[in-house]
């Protein structure tokens, strides 16, 4: 294909991502018939910004009693690059949303701050920037279309306007209804909220900003106040894009060196290149270039917010509560936009005890965003990670991740109860592993965290950032050793030596968390045990034979009925020697026996009226208890050091465990790594018994 066709289709490409009437300007008049079809074209930066949040998507988890979001749990517009993980983050932006909403129905948080409150790397930077990625997207597409206007052809009626300024578009890219007089704008509004399909109402007392006023003014006089001769040969009505690079309807504010910061940099200063020519006090002269004007009908983004000065955060007060600025020596100016601030939690603490932020305290709707606190979401974000990067040619081993991840969590969540459970066994609660049988209650373990944490359980602890740069550091350390693959065991390592060298975790902490890796070290080895054991005893036609002598067994002693034994063929009662053997795998107590036969007895029955035949690997913990007898009944006559050198081992027989090993998604290699270190562990425990 030539430059010339290659040129041409990315033109063509780039032409149908534009609204087609971009560059089209249009009279009032076109404009006043636009808003009775579509009333929603006026809505408001709160209204706009709800209907953009449910636009992409939404899907309700009933179980979480949550709404979820699919611009952030599936990134629609990248193919799924920044989406987010875990009940936490999509419970914190349920509530943000449900904030949004609110203002959108004129309820009270449209004049507040939106506070994004979370320790470092929780994720709510990028939800802030996900939310202003969107709204950019929303307001090319027809149903999140806004328009402003621009003044024309000013230098025929006003004598000393300069003619560079002959054509002015609105400052602060306002509607343009706030063209319209107070009582003929109530008029047109009336007849749109009867029209429109919302759960809100239309809703625009803003005043045209100081320039504008002063061009209707002076118009106005001209044309002895007839107002369809200004709005016929004066002003354009033209689309309006959300862009945040061009500081239109989105503005990021980022703090400075607190000696230089200035009020200008939010509600805008003088234009001094224009004071020569209209004079200081004249409101042509003005410059809107404040963040505060460039967020109009948008989104205000404010980065590390409780770093700024006290005095600097006044200009807060009036952006919410009057939804309007007050530049130096000029006169108030009318905003809409949503104000979104983020904060880490010691500013938020600073700021929170200063009796002198009372009121801006007051102006904030605090959502908190914690750090994930399941380990499977956790390992969720670590993919993503890898998933967005040029991974090189390494396979990344089970559990890897998910062992890192529960590092992590466990980092963040609070100690339970003495004499209640251990920390794993509350992150695997956390993590949804709880067998219908555990007496453990998830609420009850919230509820004690809540009562020992200063704001919310997720609020400290390692942040993915740093878990997610050993992940890097191990890839890459196991590449400069030829080694194929990423292993747990590599991961720990790294997360060990490094914990020092990290300026987030405090002296104090590191004993502690040395010791939460030895937790997930000990977790590990459980899992790899679990692993070959499984290569190692896995039989299906043995387990499926066992399983049916146990549900055999279960039947009778639920019917109070008698078994055939197998040798003899005589009638007998059920074995409870035999069931207990396998109910101990489980760790079921002697009082929770009951209850787990009476489990997967109606468990087969359901299966048998749908139809369905008998099969223990689809019961996962009858699999598992089976699993675990076999492994009981056969270790011993299985040697565990010979798995540690290869050399004292059949090679056909360590290939076949091997195989085994690999069909469960390890690697050649590393399945050799898990075989030896599981059976490391297991000779010794033998060697201790």
Not at 88 to 104: L, Q, R, T
Not at 143 to 149: D, H, L, N, P
Not at 292 to 308: H, M, P, Q, T, V
Request: charged share 35%; glycine share 6%.
């Amino acid at each position: 294909m030539s430059k010339q066709n290659t040129l041409e289709s990315l033109s063509q490409e780039y032409r149908e991502t534009i609204p087609s009437d971009l560059r089209r300007t249009q009279s009032f008049d076109w404009y006043l018939e636009e808003l009775q079809e579509d009333p929603k074209i006026a809505r408001s930066a709160h209204q706009r910004i709800a209907d953009m949040l449910d636009f992409y998507g939404t899907e309700y988890d009933e179980e979480k009693g949550v709404v979820e979001y699919e611009l952030a749990s599936e990134d629609p517009l990248e193919d799924g690059e920044n989406t987010f993980y875990g009940r936490v983050i999509h419970e914190a932006i349920h509530e943000f949303v449900n904030k949004v909403k609110s203002g959108a129905r004129g309820l009270g948080p449209e004049r507040r701050i939106l506070l994004l409150l979370g320790p470092v790397g929780s994720g709510k930077s990028d939800f802030d920037s996900q939310i202003r990625k969107y709204f950019e997207d929303y307001t090319t597409r027809d149903q999140g279309r806004m328009y402003t206007f621009r003044w024309t052809n000013l230098c025929d009626i006003i004598e000393d306007q300069d003619p560079g300024d002959d054509m002015v578009r609105s400052p602060m890219n306002q509607d343009p209804m706030v063209l319209l007089p107070e009582k003929q704008r109530k008029s047109v509004i009336k007849e749109m909220n009867e029209a429109l399909d919302a759960p809100y109402t239309i809703r625009n007392e803003q005043a045209l900003d100081p320039a504008s006023e002063f061009y209707m003014d002076q118009l106005l006089a001209y044309y002895d106040d007839d107002l369809q001769a200004v709005l016929e040969n004066h002003i354009e009505v033209v689309r309006l894009l959300a862009d945040e690079n061009k500081r239109q309807g989105i503005e990021t504010f980022e703090p400075k060196d607190k000696k230089n910061q200035d009020e200008t940099e939010l509600t805008g200063d003088v234009n001094y290149s224009k004071i020569a020519v209209y004079g200081e006090s004249d409101p042509r002269a003005f410059d809107y270039s404040g963040a505060f004007c460039n967020a109009n009908r948008g989104i205000f983004s404010g980065e590390e917010l409780l770093k700024l000065q006290r005095e600097f955060l006044y200009d807060f007060l009036h952006a919410t509560q009057e939804q309007t600025i007050k530049p130096k020596n000029n006169p108030r100016i009318d905003i809409d936009q949503l104000i979104v601030g983020r904060t880490n939690m010691p500013e938020y603490r600073d700021k929170k005890g200063d009796e002198k932020m009372e009121a801006f305290n007051d102006r904030t709707k605090r959502i908190d965003f914690p750090y994930v606190l399941s380990y499977d979401n956790e390992a969720q974000i670590y993919r993503k990670m890898l998933r967005n990067a040029d991974l090189p040619d390494i396979r990344v081993e089970p559990h890897t991740l998910e062992m890192a991840g529960l590092f992590g969590v466990l980092t963040r969540i609070e100690e339970p109860d003495a004499g209640s459970i251990d920390l794993v066994q509350k992150a695997k609660a956390y993590n949804g592993e709880i067998d219908e049988t555990d007496d453990i209650d998830v609420k009850k373990l919230q509820e004690e965290a809540a009562e020992k944490v200063e704001i919310g359980e997720g609020m400290t602890g390692v942040s993915p950032r740093f878990v997610g740069d050993e992940i890097a550091e191990a890839i890459m350390d196991s590449m400069h050793r030829s080694r194929n693959f990423l292993s747990p065991l590599t991961t720990f390592n790294h997360l060990e030596d490094n914990l020092e060298n990290h300026g987030s975790i405090s002296d104090d902490m590191f004993e502690t968390y040395y010791r939460y890796l030895e937790l997930v070290r000990e977790e590990y080895k459980e899992r790899a045990i679990e692993d070959v054991r499984h290569a190692l005893a896995y039989d299906l036609d043995e387990i499926q034979r066992q399983g049916e002598k146990y549900m055999d067994h279960v039947m009778a002693y639920i019917d109070d009925d008698t078994v055939e034994d197998e040798i003899t063929g005589r009638e007998q009662e059920p074995d409870e020697q035999f069931l207990r053997s396998v109910e101990e795998k489980l760790n079921l107590p002697e009082d929770r026996k009951d209850d787990f036969r009476q489990e997967v007895a109606n468990w087969v029955s359901r299966r048998a009226r749908e139809g369905e035949t008998f099969d223990p690997q689809d019961n996962d913990r009858l699999r598992r208890a089976l699993e675990r007898k076999l492994w009981e009944d056969k270790k011993h006559n299985i040697n565990f050091s010979a798995l540690v050198s290869s050399g004292e081992m059949d090679d056909d027989e360590r290939n076949q465990w091997i195989d085994a090993l690999m069909e469960q998604g390890y690697s050649e290699e590393g399945a050799k790594e898990v075989l030896e270190f599981a059976g490391a562990e297991v000779a010794k425990t033998e060697m201790e018994d």
